[in-house]
């Protein structure tokens, strides 16, 4: 600790370059919180409406209350919206890793809902049609909201040591970007192996 406080007194602080980045949201027709973006949409509209071009979004749920939105944005500069029919919820899921182990592994992941809904038993039927056929783990993992490990009467809700770290490379140009931003690495899973070092398998 004591290196790293006399490396940072030496350093030289530089002028940082500073830019100006507008975003145009646009905005839930309810709570008036920000919903999502439409500079990128222009570039996309593939349909035409008396000359002028467009593209039609959504749903599109608030993040802040779950209201929907859709619409429709033109290329002369015009975005016209109208409520979505279902609502959002945010919902913590409890997953169970299915391996023959004494410990069960669980994860808790964010999950959502949405409203007006069907019965229970439908959106059970839903969940479990998600997340044990529909979606990579990928796309749940990066929602972890907890962990536990362990058996009935000797759980642990915090289960350092869990994993064992094996090694790291640098990510640019393994990886390609989700349409929500999100990053996943590419390649079989031999190729991901082999670039940390794993190549007898
Ligand atoms: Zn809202």
Known sequence: MILLKSQT????????T???????HVCCLECGAPVGTIDHLPEIAAS?????????????????CGASIQGQTYTDGRT????????????AVLLRYSTPMADTFYLVVKGMRFHPSESEEEERKHDRYFYEEHT???????????VILGSPG??????????EYVGSVPLKGNESVLGDGCR???GTAEEVLQ???MEKL
Request: charged share 30%; net charge negative.
């Open 154 to 163: 000797d759980w642990d809700e915090d289960p350092h040591g869990l994993f």
């Open 9 to 16: 007194e030496t350093m030289i602080l530089t002028p940082a």
């Open 80 to 91: 016209l919206v109208r409520p979505g029919k279902n609502r959002k919820e945010e919902r």
């Open 195 to 197: 670039l940390f070092g």
């Open 48 to 64: 035409r409406e008396d000359g002028i071009d467009y593209v039609t979004w959504g749903p599109w749920y608030c993040d802040k």
């Open 18 to 24: 500073i830019i100006e980045k507008i975003q145009h």
């Open 184 to 186: 996943s690495i590419t």
């Open 136 to 146: 990579c783990p990928i796309n749940y993992l990066r929602d972890t909201l907890g």
